[in-house]
Each structure stands twice: as structure tokens, then as C-alpha cells.
């Protein structure tokens, strides 16, 4: 007897991403292209995610609540160099894009970021 394959909930499971920079203390970074990380507050599948805005700001390393250059000391003055950015991204759900982009203050600040896939290719 074949057993009927197990889906779980496959293509819509959220996980966790935390992108995060190194930059020089004090400057503000802001997202400015999103396409497949949504807001860590959204609602449960199956609702549909609720994507993060294009203008969100960055959290200072030292206000974002991790141990970003573990030493053991969360959000120490030092890990103001460090700017983060919390979300989920949806399994299943990314092959053409999962592209976020970046931009500190100067014309060179600039940082692309793609997501990891985690998802298995459509059929
Ligand atoms: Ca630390
Ligand atoms: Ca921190």
C-alpha cells in the first residue's frame, strides 16, 4: 500500500530571517526593493503574508535586541555599527525573486541582499 505523500503545509511555512549590515555608527539604512520578506507580525497561513514596506528602517545593533557581534552582551553601545532587519520568508514562495536592496546614506551605501531558499521547485 503507498502511503500518500506528506505535504505538511509546504509552500507556506514562514521562517525566520534576520538581514543584517555592517556600517558605520549613526547613518540610517532603509529598504527600498522587497520582493518575498514579509513583516514578522503577519498573519498566520493561510492568510497570505504581509510583505514588508518598501522605507522600513533598519534597527540599530544596539536596539534590536541580539547579540549581533557575540560577545555574550545583547545591544552593548558597540553593535551600533550593526543595522538589522527582522522578517519571515514563506517556503515555496521565492524562485524568481526573494531580492531585498538596501541604501545607507551615501551614494556607495548600498547592499543587495537575497534570501536563502529553502522551498523545493515547483512541479
Ligand atoms: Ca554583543
Ligand atoms: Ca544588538
Known amino acids: 500500500m503507498r502511503m500518500p505523500e506528506q505535504r505538511h503545509d509546504a509552500g507556506q511555512r ?3 530571517e534576520v538581514i543584517q549590515i555592517w556600517a558605520l555608527a549613526g547613518q540610517t ?3 527600498t526593493a522587497n520582493q518575498g520578506l514579509y ?4 498573519a498566520a497561513p493561510p492568510a497570505g503574508p504581509t510583505a514588508l514596506p ?3 528602517q ?13 560577545d555574550g552582551q545583547v545591544d552593548e ?3 551600533m555599527v550593526y ?4 522578517g519571515i520568508h514563506v517556503e515555496g514562495i521565492g524562485y524568481t525573486g526573494n531580492g531585498q536592496e538596501l541604501r545607507g546614506p551615501g ?17
Open 77 to 79: 553601545a558597540d553593535e
Open 39 to 42: 513583516s514578522p507580525n503577519s
Open 14 to 16: 514562514p521562517v525566520p
Open 107 to 123: 551614494p556607495d551605501d548600498l547592499e543587495q541582499v537575497l534570501l536563502p531558499h529553502t522551498d523545493l521547485p515547483e512541479p
Open 83 to 86: 543595522y538589522t532587519l527582522k
Open 29 to 31: 539604512w532603509t529598504l
Open 54 to 56: 518598501v522605507g522600513t
Open 58 to 70: 533598519l534597527v540599530m545593533g544596539s536596539a534590536d535586541g541580539l547579540d549581533n557581534d557575540g
